[in-house]
C-alpha cells in the first residue's frame, strides 16, 4: 500500500483528483486508522467540492492524530465552508494552540471573526498572523479591508500599499487601494490607480468605474466644470465600445450618487450612463415572466416598495409613513431590502409588509425573485444611492415601475417609467430634468410623522459653545457644499461679527479636510470661525439644532429630514429656491406653511435673509412664532396617502 499512497500523493499534487482518491480509499480500506491517508482523503474531497465527505475523514483524521495542528486547521476550514462556525471557531483554536507558530490556523480564524462579526478579534488575529509572516499578502489585503471597514482609511492604504510593493501586479490590491481613494473623495488617485489595473488586464466593470469616479469636494465652479466635460469625453468613447460586463453590480460596482452635487441637468448624461451599462450586459434589462403582456389577475394590486434604507435613515424616515398607511383590503404589499435591520423604522415597515424579500449579493438572483412575486407596481424610494437598487432598476420586474425622491436625480433607466414628486418642490420646466414620466403630487411624496423631541435638550454650553455669539448652523452632509456656499459663509461671518458657522463632520473625515483646504484659498482666515462638530447621535443632532439662531439649507440641494426637524422645533431655515427639484424641498416645505420670507431667489438674498434672521432677534422671533404656528400642515399628511392610491389604482387597472 506504500506504493499506492506515494502516487495518491503525486496525482493529488498533479491536480488528477479522481485517480488520487481512489487510491487514497484503497490505503484507507487497508488501514482504517491512517491518519494522514485520512487528512490527504478529506483535503482532497474538500478541494473537490464535496464538503459533506470532507467533514468525514478529516474528523476521523483528528481523531486518530488529534495533536495534529495542521488536521484540526483543515478541519477547521471545512467546517466554515459549511457555516458550522462555532465548531470552526473550536478547531482554529485548538491547532493555534497546538502550535501558537501555525499561520494558517490564525489567518482562518481571523477570517472567521471577520464573518462572525468581531472586527477586533479579526484585526488582533491579522495582526498575529503578520507578525509570523510579513509578506502574507491576502492577510495584508483582508486587513485593509476591514480596516476600511471601520474608517481607517489610511491604515488600510498601508496595508495595500505592503501588497503592492511585494507584488506590483497584484490587481486585487491596485483596486482596493483605487476604491479607497475613491471613498476619501481623491477622485483623480482613485482614477490614476484604477488605470494601472487596465494596464495589466482588461477589466470592463472597472473601466466604467473609472470613467465615473467623481470628485466628493470640488475646488471650484471651474473645476466642476472640468469634471463634467471629461466625464462627457470618457462616456462617449465608452458607448462607442464593445465592452461585457456579467454582473455590473460586483464588477462595476458603482453607481452615479456625486453626479447630482455639481448643480446641473443631469438627464442626458444618466441616460448614456444608462446605455454603456446595458450594452455592456444584455442580461440588466430581463423582463419577469409575468410582465410579458400577461393579463393581471383579478384582487388586490400586488406593490412592491424596496429600498437598501428601510431603518432609521433618511430614506426610512421618508417612507415608514407611507407604507404603513397603504390600506390592506385594496393592497397587497411586498417589502424588499435589507436583511439584519432591527430599529424602530425597520420594525414598523416590516410590520406593514404582506410579504418581505431580502437583497442579496447576486443580481440575477434578486431579479428572478423579485420576479416571482408578480407585482403590479415596483416603487423604488431611491435609485442611486445603493448599487443592487440601481441595477436592479434596470429589469422590467413589475408592468410599472416608479420612484420618488430618495435620492432627488432623474436615473436614465429606460425601464424605469414615472417619477413621483410634487407640484410645490418642481420648477416650471421640470418635465425637461427627468427620463422618467413625471407625476406630480399636490402634496410632498411623503407622509412624514411629526420628529420625537427629546424631553430634555442640551444647552450650549454643553457643546462648548459661546452663548453669546450667534449660531448659524448648517446640519446638512459635506457632499452638499457647492464652491457657491464658500461666498456665503464669508459674507455671514463678514457682515456679522458675532457670527460662528456650524457644521459636522463628514462622513468621511477625509471629505471635511477637503473642505478645509479649500476654505483656506477662498475664504482665508474667516475660515477659523468656521468651527466643524463630530458626528452626534440623533437625539444631540436635534439639540444642536435647537440652540442655534439660524438653520441654513444648502443651496442646489436641500436638507429633507433636517428641516423637518428644525421646522418641528420652531427653527427658521434660510433656504434657496434653486433650478432643480432636490434644491427646492425645504422652500416647498415654507409653501405648504404659508412662509415666504426665508425663501431666497438669489445668493445675495440668501444672505441678506441669514444676517437679518441672526442679528434681528425680533425678526427671528417672528418667524420662529409663525413656523411653530403652521408647522402641524408639514406632518403626517394624509392627502399623500389617497393620492398615491390614485396614482397606482389609475396607472394600474
Known sequence: MTDNFEKAKRLHGRGRYTEAEELYAQVIASNACDAEALYLLGTL????????????????????????????????????????????KISFLLAINLNNKNVDAHYN????????????????????????????????????????????????????????????????????????????????????????????????????????????VYKSLDHIKEVRESLELKLEKLLEEDLEVSDPSLETSTTNFFLAYQNYNDRDL?????????????????????????????????????????????????????????????????????????????????????????????????????????????????????????FLAFARLAPVQCLTWGHPDTTGIPNMDTFLSSSLIEPADAKEHYSENLYCFSTLPTFYYRPNIPERLKSRAEFGLDENQHIY??????????PDVDNIFAQILKGDQEARILLLEGAIRDWTGLLRNRWRKTIGDLEKRIDILPRQSPEDFISLQSISDVILDTPYFSGGNTTYESFALGKAVVTLDSTFMRGRVSAGMYRIMGIEECTALTLEEYIQTTLKLGTNSDFRRDIENKIMETNASLFEHKDVVDEFINYVTTTVL
Request: include cysteine; charge should be positive.
Open 270 to 390: 444618466q441616460k448614456i450612463i444608462a446605455n454603456i451599462h446595458l450594452n455592456s450586459c444584455s442580461r440588466l434589462g430581463w423582463t419577469a415572466p409575468h410582465c410579458n403582456g400577461v393579463k393581471r389577475e383579478r384582487g388586490k394590486i400586488k406593490i412592491g416598495f424596496l429600498s437598501a434604507y428601510f431603518y432609521r435613515h433618511s430614506v426610512g424616515r421618508m417612507m415608514v409613513g407611507l407604507i404603513s398607511q397603504i390600506p390592506k383590503n385594496l393592497f397587497e404589499v411586498v417589502v424588499i431590502t435589507t436583511n439584519g435591520q432591527k430599529d424602530s423604522i425597520a420594525l414598523k415597515i416590516q410590520g406593514a409588509a404582506d410579504h418581505l424579500v431580502y437583497l442579496s449579493e447576486n443580481l440575477i438572483e434578486m431579479q428572478e425573485e423579485i420576479g416571482r412575486q408578480k407585482l403590479d407596481v415596483l416603487f423604488y424610494a431611491d435609485i442611486g444611492m445603493d448599487v443592487r437598487s440601481y
Open 109 to 216: 480564524l481571523a477570517k472567521l471573526y471577520k464573518e462572525l462579526g468581531l472586527t477586533d478579534a479579526a484585526l488582533s488575529s491579522y495582526g498575529i498572523v503578520l507578525s509570523l509572516e510579513p509578506s502574507h499578502l491576502n492577510a495584508l489585503i483582508n486587513l485593509g479591508n476591514i480596516l476600511v471597514d471601520v474608517g481607517r482609511l489610511d491604515d488600510a492604504i498601508i496595508q495595500f500599499k505592503k501588497v503592492i510593493e511585494l507584488n506590483p501586479k497584484d490587481t486585487l490590491a491596485l483596486v482596493n487601494l483605487g476604491n479607497v481613494y475613491r471613498r476619501m473623495g481623491l477622485a483623480e488617485k482613485a482614477i490614476n490607480t484604477y488605470g494601472r489595473v487596465l494596464s495589466i488586464h482588461a477589466h470592463d466593470g472597472l473601466r466604467i468605474r473609472s470613467a465615473v469616479t467623481l470628485p466628493v
Open 473 to 482: 448652523f448648517c446640519p446638512q452632509s459635506t457632499i452638499k457644499f457647492h
Open 45 to 88: 474531497l474538500g478541494q473537490r467540492g464535496k464538503l459533506d465527505e470532507a467533514l468525514i475523514f478529516l474528523e476521523r483524521a483528528v481523531n486518530e492524530s488529534p495533536k495534529n495542528s495542521v488536521y484540526h486547521c483543515n478541519l477547521g476550514v471545512i467546517e466554515h465552508n459549511l457555516k458550522k462556525l462555532e465548531q470552526a
